[in-house]
């Protein structure tokens, strides 16, 4: 019998977890829409605003933008395939960092039609820097227990959404019927159709619901006038991308260092955001997890400024999908990387996806996002807040990142380098957590440690133990 047993025994933990679960093709391409769908706008925006601002041709705005494309994907496949040391081999999905826009723009108001190449130099610098120091980096992971990562998650969720905001009126402030009654009609809709879905699909069908409110936001569009077939017209069906396209890149110090800065705060919301997701797919990661997933990241920026693309980072609306959807396998996350290789090779391709209106999304994205805040939420329950100075912390904490989020001039007056880092209410808030977690919770206790405060191995384990007694 007990010879049975041990027979037995291997087939039981050979249990393949919910992120290296291989989904059947139509459920993959369907969740991988989803995720293309919901990320679209965060990738497409900043090389339209660069490349508006630097006075390009719409041909060159289409390279710009099959660029930004093109790297997306191959950084999303990096980092839920993996290649050796590099990729964190979770459902995570990277595409160009936001924070590039504001030092590039002042790049571009100095040198004009020249600023392209210092900037492409620049990335690449910054790229192979954040390769490097990936191993050095990734020890800041035993600074982020629940009391940290739980204040950055809610952070990172907070952050997102005046983003959705921003979109349900039209997302851009200066156009034409911005904040309008069809606008914020158009986003309603979709929000009621997600939760409705939500409410009454079961099973898969419940689980792409934010999938089926953008195609009825986007119908509903139509008639309208928000959906613009015509533009697909002026967009080559295949273009390979072109090394260098804007000329051979060119490297001078200042914008080196504004760029590295720009890579600093990317490689912390990265590191913030794959906590995030460990704790949304109930894998935590580790020091090698994050090593990993910072090396995609500098190796894509580095690619990205060689195939004229800007540096790379975590999207983190894409960890509520993951959240709301409950599908947390990294190969489903890896087909919309290779959906958004193929929509930067086929520019007629991914002007389908660009069809849905920023509405539309704004309205999807009051869930995404909103589900990304709670994940953060479930975080600091496991962080003992009644106690000791763990409420401090979390409290201050969110204080200084909301601040920039209410008012994005609030770090004006500090020198430029420190305010770029401080603008980004995560990385703000990031920083004075582990600051305030290093000043209460560990400088001068000693071998005291608070009873507020648990180490985060004793988390894991204690995680691990919660988990296998679900089983």
């Given at each position: 019998m007990s010879r049975r047993q041990d027979v037995e025994r291997p087939s039981e933990t050979e249990v393949v977890h919910p992120v290296d679960e291989m989904l059947p093709p139509g459920r993959m391409a369907a969740v991988a829409l989803q995720h293309v769908a919901s990320m679209y706008a965060g990738v497409a925006a900043p090389p339209l605003i660069i490349g508006g601002a630097a006075g390009l041709t719409a041909p060159q705005l289409t390279t710009l933008l099959a660029a930004a494309l093109f790297i997306a994907g191959i950084a999303t496949l990096l980092q839920t395939l993996g290649v050796w040391k590099i990729g964190s081999r979770l459902p995570f999905v990277n595409g160009v960092s936001f924070a590039t826009v504001s030092p590039i723009l002042a790049v571009v108001a100095v040198r004009h039609g020249a600023a392209l190449p210092l900037i492409f130099g620049s990335t690449i610098v910054a790229g192979l820097c954040c390769f490097l120091l990936a191993p050095v980096f990734c020890r800041l992971v035993r600074f982020f227990p629940?009391?940290?990562?739980?204040?950055?998650?809610?952070?990172?969720?907070?952050?997102?959404?005046?983003?959705?905001?921003?979109?349900?009126?039209?997302?851009?402030?200066?156009?034409?019927?911005?904040?309008?009654?069809?606008?914020?009609?158009?986003?309603?809709?979709?929000?009621?159709?997600?939760?409705?879905?939500?409410?009454?699909?079961?099973?898969?069908?419940?689980?792409?619901?934010?999938?089926?409110?953008?195609l009825v936001g986007t119908l509903a569009a139509i008639p309208l006038g928000r959906v613009d077939f015509h533009a697909l017209r002026s967009l080559p069906v295949f273009e390979l991308p072109h090394p260098f396209a804007f000329g051979a890149p060119r490297f001078e110090a200042a914008s080196i260092i504004a760029m590295l800065v720009v890579m600093v705060v990317s490689m912390t919301e990265s590191t913030a955001d794959m906590i995030a997701l460990g704790e949304v797919v109930e894998r935590p990661v580790d020091d090698r997890t994050i090593a990993g997933g910072l090396r995609a990241d500098g190796l894509a920026?580095?690619?990205?400024?060689?195939?004229?693309?800007?540096?790379?980072?975590?999207?983190?609306?894409?960890?509520?999908?993951?959240?709301?959807?409950?599908?947390?396998?990294?190969?489903?996350?890896?087909?919309?990387?290779?959906?958004?290789?193929?929509?930067?090779?086929?520019?007629?391709?991914?002007?389908?996806?660009?069809?849905?209106?920023?509405?539309?999304?704004?309205?999807?994205?009051?869930?995404?996002?909103?589900?990304?805040?709670?994940a953060g939420i479930r975080t600091l329950g496991k962080a003992d807040l009644s106690a000791g100075s763990n409420a401090v912390i979390v409290a201050v904490s969110l204080a200084f990142g909301i601040f920039p989020i209410a008012y994005p001039d609030f770090y004006n007056a500090l020198p430029q380098q420190l305010a770029t880092i401080l603008s980004s209410g995560i990385s703000a808030g990031c920083l004075l957590a582990v600051t305030l977690n290093l000043l209460f919770n560990h400088l001068g206790r000693g071998r005291e440690v608070p009873p507020a405060y648990v180490p985060e191995q004793q988390i894991v384990a204690l995680g691990k133990v919660e988990h296998l007694s679900d089983r």
């Amino acid at each position: 019998m007990s010879r049975r047993q041990d027979v037995e025994r291997p087939s039981e933990t050979e249990v393949v977890h919910p992120v290296d679960e291989m989904l059947p093709p139509g459920r993959m391409a369907a969740v991988a829409l989803q995720h293309v769908a919901s990320m679209y706008a965060g990738v497409a925006a900043p090389p339209l605003i660069i490349g508006g601002a630097a006075g390009l041709t719409a041909p060159q705005l289409t390279t710009l933008l099959a660029a930004a494309l093109f790297i997306a994907g191959i950084a999303t496949l990096l980092q839920t395939l993996g290649v050796w040391k590099i990729g964190s081999r979770l459902p995570f999905v990277n595409g160009v960092s936001f924070a590039t826009v504001s030092p590039i723009l002042a790049v571009v108001a100095v040198r004009h039609g020249a600023a392209l190449p210092l900037i492409f130099g620049s990335t690449i610098v910054a790229g192979l820097c954040c390769f490097l120091l990936a191993p050095v980096f990734c020890r800041l992971v035993r600074f982020f227990p629940p009391v940290v990562s739980g204040t950055v998650i809610t952070l990172i969720g907070v952050s997102l959404l005046p983003v959705a905001g921003n979109w349900a009126q039209g997302g851009d402030a200066h156009a034409p019927g911005y904040g309008s009654l069809a606008n914020l009609g158009l986003a309603g809709l979709t929000l009621l159709s997600v939760l409705l879905f939500n409410r009454f699909l079961t099973g898969f069908l419940q689980r792409i619901s934010i999938l089926f409110g953008l195609l009825v936001g986007t119908l509903a569009a139509i008639p309208l006038g928000r959906v613009d077939f015509h533009a697909l017209r002026s967009l080559p069906v295949f273009e390979l991308p072109h090394p260098f396209a804007f000329g051979a890149p060119r490297f001078e110090a200042a914008s080196i260092i504004a760029m590295l800065v720009v890579m600093v705060v990317s490689m912390t919301e990265s590191t913030a955001d794959m906590i995030a997701l460990g704790e949304v797919v109930e894998r935590p990661v580790d020091d090698r997890t994050i090593a990993g997933g910072l090396r995609a990241d500098g190796l894509a920026t580095a690619f990205g400024g060689v195939f004229n693309g800007f540096i790379c980072s975590a999207f983190a609306q894409n960890i509520g999908l993951v959240a709301l959807t409950k599908i947390r396998s990294r190969y489903v996350v890896a087909l919309s990387g290779c959906f958004l290789i193929l929509m930067g090779l086929m520019p007629v391709v991914g002007g389908l996806v660009s069809l849905v209106p920023q509405p539309v999304l704004g309205g999807a994205g009051v869930v995404l996002f909103g589900t990304v805040a709670v994940a953060g939420i479930r975080t600091l329950g496991k962080a003992d807040l009644s106690a000791g100075s763990n409420a401090v912390i979390v409290a201050v904490s969110l204080a200084f990142g909301i601040f920039p989020i209410a008012y994005p001039d609030f770090y004006n007056a500090l020198p430029q380098q420190l305010a770029t880092i401080l603008s980004s209410g995560i990385s703000a808030g990031c920083l004075l957590a582990v600051t305030l977690n290093l000043l209460f919770n560990h400088l001068g206790r000693g071998r005291e440690v608070p009873p507020a405060y648990v180490p985060e191995q004793q988390i894991v384990a204690l995680g691990k133990v919660e988990h296998l007694s679900d089983r």
